[in-house]
Nanobody
């Protein structure tokens, strides 16, 4: 069964770092676009970052630019979201999603998706 498996969430103090992983199971990320989203309590889901497995440095929402880094490791078939200088307002459930269309990044938002991860809770304390 094709699916995305997320890991790496947790509780961290403001200013700390976490790394989220999104591993593809049952398929490879070749020629896919992968996006990260988050949803805070009482708020709508929002795009955070997007990257194409064909290369490129990725795209970021203004709220995370300079603090978050998205990367793709083809050998591990995994996309990472490195989150540094975390703030309490980064607290949310983070989801990865993947599209078979490698060009599906509309800036930092993945415009269509074929698979979703199960979500990872990130909590940043002040």
């Amino acid at each position: 069964e094709a699916q995305l498996v997320e890991s790496g969430g947790g509780l961290v103090q403001a200013g700390g770092s976490l790394r989220l992983s999104c591993a593809a199971s049952g398929f490879t990320f070749d020629d896919y676009a992968i996006g990260w989203f988050r949803q805070a309590p009482g708020k709508e889901r929002e795009g955070v970052s997007c990257i194409s497995s064909r290369g490129g440095s990725g795209y970021y929402a203004d709220s995370v630019k300079g603090r978050f880094t998205v990367s793709y490791d083809s050998a591990k078939n995994t996309v990472y979201l490195q989150m540094n200088s975390l703030k309490p307002e980064d607290t949310a459930v983070y989801y990865c999603a993947a599209s078979r269309e490698y060009f599906a990044c509309s800036g930092y938002v993945l415009s269509r998706s074929d698979y979703w991860g199960q979500g990872a809770q990130v909590t940043v304390s002040s």
